[in-house]
């Protein structure tokens, strides 16, 4: 397949040049929607798509991957998204997924006929219709195909690259030109899709809620004196995303779970409690302790004190969450995913009077 893909470059450079410019003129389909997949092609000027055969716009990191929160919706407004604490971590960079019927890519590849466009036979290799014709009709090459498989049973299947990796060269590792896989059966590729890809998918995906920590004194701390921190038990919950690719049965759900909240004082005059600044999650799900009446002298599980005023600038808070990830999938899959941490910044004025809020 690779011999085929070098002398397809060779034979149209120029046609692969402009296409490697201008990547938009890719067919893909709709990334989180499961929209069905449209066939190649098209002159640029069409934006909808479907399972009739129209064109579909769009660039090389869009999957049929669909995705499902917890929730019920794509995500909460007030949300963001996690960072992985492990840096050397590397999810997939591309795999193999099924694109479309026989039907669909023939309606393409007439469309490609007619507009003179390109269509993607890979996330980085672009042909003419003729070169279609060669692979999908006449079957010129040894590894092609007489009238597009019409009347068999299964779809053809292309790679994808994982967003924000278009510069990754391990994107470079799906580099056969788009196949043929029977119905119910996974390509025997170590780019094909998994479980365990689909987990990481998910990751992406992930929304935490962004919520500010419940601090007293709520408005201005005093120096020397504790600032206590505490969210309650239901503030934060399990977060979980449902990723499923149509067509191949493969699914997985990939849960972040909140295991612990980091204190950043924002300045070096300040302490924290505990003296790490890592609070943990109390078994009923909350952090820290509320503060009560008559606490203002006591060491707060969970809290900081500051022993320099803000003088005017408010000290920058900055409470991490940090959210551990599993899941599970196709046929009893499970796994463990890098940590996720979430920062949110609050500012906290600090006064030099020394009085106690009970």
């Given at each position: 397949?690779?011999?085929?893909?070098?002398?397809?470059?060779?034979?149209?450079?120029?046609?692969?040049?402009?296409?490697?410019?201008?990547?938009?003129?890719?067919f893909a389909y709709g990334e989180d929607q499961g929209e069905a997949a449209g066939p190649p092609g098209g002159s640029g000027t069409e934006a909808a798509g479907s399972a009739s055969g129209k064109d579909l716009m769009a660039s090389v990191s869009q999957s049929r991957i669909t995705i499902k929160h917890s929730d019920g919706g794509t995500a909460q407004a007030s949300t963001g998204e996690l960072a992985s604490v492990d840096p050397n971590w590397e999810p997939p960079a591309c795999w193999y997924e099924p694109v479309m019927t026989p039907e669909q890519l023939k309606a393409g590849v007439e469309r490609l006929k007619k507009t003179g466009g390109l269509g993607a036979v890979n996330a980085h290799l672009f042909w003419n219709s003729d070169l279609f014709v060669d692979q999908y009709e006449k079957a010129k090459a040894e590894d092609g195909y007489k009238n597009y498989n019409l009347g068999k049973d299964g779809m053809f299947w292309r790679s994808v690259v994982r967003p924000g990796h278009e510069e990754d060269i391990r994107a470079w590792d799906c580099d056969r030109v788009m196949f043929w896989q029977n119905a119910g059966t996974i390509p025997d590729d170590p780019n094909a899709p998994t479980p365990d890809v689909l987990a990481a998918y998910a990751y992406d995906k992930i929304r935490v809620p962004d919520t500010e920590i419940e601090l007293k004194p709520a408005a201005r701390s005093t120096v020397n004196l504790p600032t206590w921190v505490w969210l309650d038990k239901g503030t934060f919950k399990e977060v979980t995303v449902r990723?499923?690719?149509?067509?191949?049965?493969?699914?997985?759900?990939?849960?972040?779970?909140?295991?612990?909240?980091?204190?950043?004082?924002?300045?070096?005059?300040?302490?924290?409690?505990?003296?790490?600044?890592?609070?943990?999650?109390?078994?009923?799900?909350?952090?820290?302790?509320?503060?009560?009446?008559?606490?203002?002298?006591?060491?707060?599980?969970c809290g900081i004190r500051y022993l320099r005023a803000s003088e005017g600038k408010p000290y920058q808070l900055k409470a991490s969450i940090t959210w551990q990830i599993s899941w599970e999938g196709t046929d009893g899959a499970t796994g463990d995913l890098p940590h996720g941490t979430f920062e949110t910044t609050q500012d906290m004025n600090v006064q030099e009077i020394q009085s106690v809020n009970r």
């Amino acid at each position: 397949m690779k011999r085929r893909v070098c002398a397809v470059s060779l034979t149209a450079a120029a046609v692969v040049a402009a296409a490697l410019i201008t990547p938009s003129t890719a067919f893909a389909y709709g990334e989180d929607q499961g929209e069905a997949a449209g066939p190649p092609g098209g002159s640029g000027t069409e934006a909808a798509g479907s399972a009739s055969g129209k064109d579909l716009m769009a660039s090389v990191s869009q999957s049929r991957i669909t995705i499902k929160h917890s929730d019920g919706g794509t995500a909460q407004a007030s949300t963001g998204e996690l960072a992985s604490v492990d840096p050397n971590w590397e999810p997939p960079a591309c795999w193999y997924e099924p694109v479309m019927t026989p039907e669909q890519l023939k309606a393409g590849v007439e469309r490609l006929k007619k507009t003179g466009g390109l269509g993607a036979v890979n996330a980085h290799l672009f042909w003419n219709s003729d070169l279609f014709v060669d692979q999908y009709e006449k079957a010129k090459a040894e590894d092609g195909y007489k009238n597009y498989n019409l009347g068999k049973d299964g779809m053809f299947w292309r790679s994808v690259v994982r967003p924000g990796h278009e510069e990754d060269i391990r994107a470079w590792d799906c580099d056969r030109v788009m196949f043929w896989q029977n119905a119910g059966t996974i390509p025997d590729d170590p780019n094909a899709p998994t479980p365990d890809v689909l987990a990481a998918y998910a990751y992406d995906k992930i929304r935490v809620p962004d919520t500010e920590i419940e601090l007293k004194p709520a408005a201005r701390s005093t120096v020397n004196l504790p600032t206590w921190v505490w969210l309650d038990k239901g503030t934060f919950k399990e977060v979980t995303v449902r990723a499923e690719l149509p067509n191949t049965g493969l699914w997985a759900e990939t849960t972040a779970k909140p295991v612990a909240l980091h204190l950043d004082p924002g300045t070096d005059d300040a302490e924290t409690y505990p003296a790490s600044g890592d609070c943990t999650i109390n078994d009923d799900g909350s952090i820290g302790t509320p503060y009560t009446k008559g606490d203002a002298d006591k060491t707060p599980p969970c809290g900081i004190r500051y022993l320099r005023a803000s003088e005017g600038k408010p000290y920058q808070l900055k409470a991490s969450i940090t959210w551990q990830i599993s899941w599970e999938g196709t046929d009893g899959a499970t796994g463990d995913l890098p940590h996720g941490t979430f920062e949110t910044t609050q500012d906290m004025n600090v006064q030099e009077i020394q009085s106690v809020n009970r």
